[in-house]
């Protein structure tokens, strides 16, 4: 595999499973040190010898705290991807303020957050990229979404505005939108349902392509956008659908 990543630091939020845990191991698989944000001690064990940081994306306290030990460890930032999100679902009258705030704190501010703390670091190195996890919902309606697709289209908004105020300063922002990805949160809410195999294919049938994304699938997409064979790239929506965007 090319090593488009030799020489370059990575922070990766949400990265103790599904996208963040496979686009950590796609950049350390392309020459980059890659440091993942988990949620938890638990997920030590899943990112293996990935390093990794405890990171409420949330606290801006925690990101002063990732930040810092990224760049004192390895000595300095080249890439984020602001991964980490919550996607608890409902309608308007079915959502109260405690939901609502909870997916902008986590979805949107937790973005916001990152950029301003990763920025300053992005500009020492001459430049460098940011890549957001927005969503199809950022892009087209859903139901039973509200709260979630307020916050992936103001991830979408976000990526655009940014990519703006920095274009000068070869700082790249993007932002992929993903359909659904078979992960375990994926596969723990279809268990949820009254039957599962109904539910699993009902989901997949949204897809035209046929099937649910596997977490690499986008990981290979972030690697893209964090790489230079992107560098005429800024401020893009890059949907990873399955096509359900052109149906």
């Not at 996890?133 to 990526?159: D, E, F, H, Q, W």
């Amino acid at each position: 595999m090319v090593e488009r990543f030799k020489g370059k630091v990575a922070l990766i939020t949400g990265a103790g499973s599904g996208i963040g845990l496979a686009t950590a191991q796609r950049l350390t698989e392309e020459g980059g040190q890659a440091v993942c944000g988990i949620q938890n001690e638990s997920q030590r064990k899943a990112i293996g010898n990935l390093d990794g940081i405890l990171l409420d994306v949330s606290d801006e306290a925690a990101w002063d705290r990732a930040i810092d030990y990224v760049v004192r460890k390895y000595g300095g930032l080249d890439v984020l991807v602001n991964n980490a999100g919550v996607g608890d679902g409902g309608r308007a009258e079915d959502t109260g303020k405690a939901t609502w705030d909870k997916v902008m704190a986590v979805n949107l501010y937790g973005v916001f957050l990152g950029a301003k703390k990763a920025i300053p670091h992005l500009r020492k190195r001459g430049g460098g990229a940011i890549v957001n996890t927005a969503s199809i919902n950022s892009i087209r309606g859903n139901t039973n979404m509200v709260a979630y697709a307020a916050s992936k289209g103001g991830v979408l908004s976000m990526t655009m505005a940014l990519a703006m105020d920095h274009v000068g300063e070869n700082i790249r922002v993007n932002c992929v939108c993903p359909a659904t990805i078979d992960t375990a949160m994926v596969q723990d809410s279809l268990r949820r349902a009254p039957d599962f195999e109904a539910a699993h294919r009902a989901i997949v049938a949204k897809h035209p392509i046929g099937r649910l994304a596997q977490p690499a699938e986008v990981a290979a997409v972030i690697a893209f956008l964090a790489s230079s064979d992107a560098s005429f790239m800024t401020g893009m929506a890059i949907p990873v659908d399955g096509g359900r965007s052109i149906r």
